[in-house]
């Protein structure tokens, strides 16, 4: 096992900005206005710095001294090269891993949960409230509040508040108050209930929600965990430390892969690396989603919004639609209608590449990297993993050798229910669900930009 | 946060066996013969190279290649200065821990899976049969066995069998068989399921079933996660690592704090610095144990059976009786009635200290940990992290300001039911069963060595 440290005093002290390089964004337009919206109107739940590295053009941002001491609880966060998962698929190619599933939360969210939950408190915000879907997010910012004692309200979806009370038990020893979505406490999710009083919700309901949570309650703030730009920008130290770390090692990869659904682990690893290819280097960065959500294979790059109650800014983005409800895959993480709007350009205009893996494949390769490497990935991960190894297979194919590397995203410590269903043979291999797409393209927003 | 790393090429290449250097234990007794076991009766379910390590006066002996190879995946593992754990106890002590969370079960319990596995693979036994209680060493045996393509059967304590469906979900997807215990597959499963159709089972009878198991079918071999002197053997790397780690960070520790249920993660992190305590060197190991199962602090230092089915070797050690029951604390793994013989052995000899603590300080000591330190402990390795808060409260006290190190054995993440219970304020602080262990002290055999 070849793994290769970064010395703490080798941690980034700066977040790369992919806004300062790649074609400029259309702007976020407001739901109520149809118009761009206005920095008041996004005030109205996020904080001021937020906001500002939202719309920055900057290279490179300071990361303040008081997020670098938590991030470095635990990053730098190790690359590996994985010899044993390349052994088992007799492959001819190098594969290496950057692992952050040593996060506290287990994922690369804590990334981002830090800086937000930050520049809140510097602001005089003490309450945010946020969504989770698998858990991860909402585990993550938790942990955050916690550090800078701040309440945290978390709209769970309640499929998973069911499936995964694990996950709910950490997010309340770090002091978050869960609720399970849809509820009574907002206008959205009295409505879904009111609809389907057994309603099992959906991430775009949550969000919906929490949103209104934040703004309704003058003393609350909203966070993402993915998607927006300041995400994708705190998520930018993945990448670098692993372009630092392969040069450590003597390596630099030829592909680079990670798995999307909202675009921050994906966008966060790729930045270092889009921003050698926009230099003129030689480098692939493919995202890897679910063939149940194909958003960037399948979906259609136009204005939309980021939830089912069209409370969210409109974004122009890859999106199946704001009201497509994907199967449910064990990959829950990756079930979002939508992608990041800086993904999503980059996508469109052929900067970094995309592909659609079904789950038979995905917790094919995912339990082989578990016996292999020692760590259980969360399914959302394995998505990269499949990708990583079919490619790896395809070039021995074509006699080719490459240098692959990939984001390992987070263990799976608290989704081991959904390996239990893969060796039970109870997975469901859904298929690329086009007509249920086209149903739901047909109702997203029409935007004038003139 | 500073952690340090030990770099792969000074993992050390030999483990420490403390046989050579602590006065000499007695002789393993036959539970049929009731005279000292001879080597043919316990090669019926020990490879010949296990054994000569359980019998060995060597003081070190090699890491086989093969084994470091597996070892290195997740090892050295880090040692953390512990500082925003020791700022919230606003300590002036200096507090650091041995992370062997890392490990690809989630404990220690993987340092000595892999060689008993190794050296009963190269003996050509193809079939492992195991006990487990919380289901770390069950985890970590799969593990094992998986990588050197070998079947498990592990008997799981029921009542965890059912508690925890996570860690059958973890030995299932490394391809061990899991049977909750009692069974109707031995004599001793049988029996007790004729006592009482509704048992929940206990570690000592699992161990019961799976030695018979073993005696039984000439093609399976035994194996046991602690107690045994070839176990702490194995996990002498632990300490011999951190006592390097420690001088790399130019710090010796004043103090030495492990959980202790059977005693592997305690002999473990402690051989080193027992090795430089008898060479003049000043440093205190400390065994940590629950109040409710006392086993160094309150039992007795005797001959006794190690389960309930007085199926195994009797050993010298302290023992709460082998029919005692401790309450269903959430520290599942340091719920057994003995101890090593090696540990008893330190301990009778004041080479070694222990102590107990209640549950309701564990889980405080432990949340903070969480809290502070991002990695939510195992219930049993909380014992250690409440050891040492509580030793470094004392110090501050007193005035003093030491060196304290402490092993996490493991994380909590199969665990989080338990804290639920903790939050909820369900958790009972079972008292020191007084009257439980003086009953069932009566039941020890006697042994006459003349």
Redesign the interface.
Known sequence: ?K?I?LS?SDMPKQWYNLLADIPQLAPPISPVTGKPATPDELLKIFPGPILEQEMSAERYIDIPEEVMEIL???RPTPVVRAE?LEKALGTKCRIYYKNEG???A?SHKTNTAVPQAFYNKICGINKLATETGAGQWGSALS?AT??FEMALKVYMVKVSYHQK??RK??M???GAEVIPSPSIFTNAGRAELERDPASNGSLGLAISEAVEDAVMNDDTNYALGSVLNHVILHQSIIGLEAKKQMEIGGDYPDMVFASCGGGSNFGGIASAFVKDKLDGKKVECVAVEPLSCPTLTKGQFTFDYGDVAKMTPIMQMFTLGHDFMPPAIHAGGLRYHGDSPIVSKMYQEGIVGARSIGQTDVFKYG?MF??T????PAPESSHAIAGVAKEALACDERGESKSLLFCLSG?G??D??S??SY?EGKLEDYDYPEEAINESLKNVPTVDLS
Do not use: Q
């Not at 490497?373 to 259980?376: K, Q, Y």
């Open positions: 096992m793994k440290y703490p470095s609880i635990w044993r040593v996060s506290p287990g942990f916690n550090i009370p694990y038990s950490f309340n020893m770090f339990t578990a016996k490497e020692g760590i259980i263990h410590h608290f081991m229910a390996y239990d060796y």
